[in-house]
């Protein structure tokens, strides 16, 4: 099983980024998947997600509004559209996929069973 996520940069304030994570070796469609991220000396965080079942969608209050979360099965792609950037979004971006996944974890990095390399985001101000 291999995640990569791909299509970070560098952007200016208020700029737009769109991250991909492909997969091989599972099916996205049949698991949850999400993104975290980790700037540098702090700890890693949640930003968004896609359930499994149902394909709901859930956001870290920081990008709501800002981020969007979509699936595309036929690619077997998930992305991250990010729009409005702020230099506070700088950081290494993760996308993770999980086989079961309670709801109330959802946020948890520790639920993920999989995850991709990370790709760098930089927003400058």
């Known amino acids: 099983v291999q995640l990569q996520a791909f299509g970070g940069g560098l952007v200016l304030a208020g700029g737009s980024l769109r991250l991909s994570c492909t997969a091989s070796g599972l099916t996205f469609s049949t698991m949850s998947v999400g993104w975290f991220r980790q700037a540098p000396g702090k700890e890693r965080e949640f930003v968004a997600a896609v359930r499994r079942s149902g394909g709901s969608t859930y956001y870290a209050d920081s990008v709501k509004g800002r981020f969007t979360i979509s699936r595309d099965n036929a690619e077997n792609t998930v992305s991250l559209q990010m729009n409005s950037l702020k230099p506070e979004d700088t950081g290494v971006y993760y996308c993770?996929?999980?086989?079961?996944?309670?709801?109330?974890?959802?946020?948890?990095?520790?639920?993920?069973?999989?995850w991709g390399q990370g790709t760098q985001v930089t927003v400058s101000s």
């Open positions: 993770a996929a999980a086989r079961g996944l309670i709801l109330s974890s959802i946020r948890s990095q520790y639920q993920y069973d999989y």
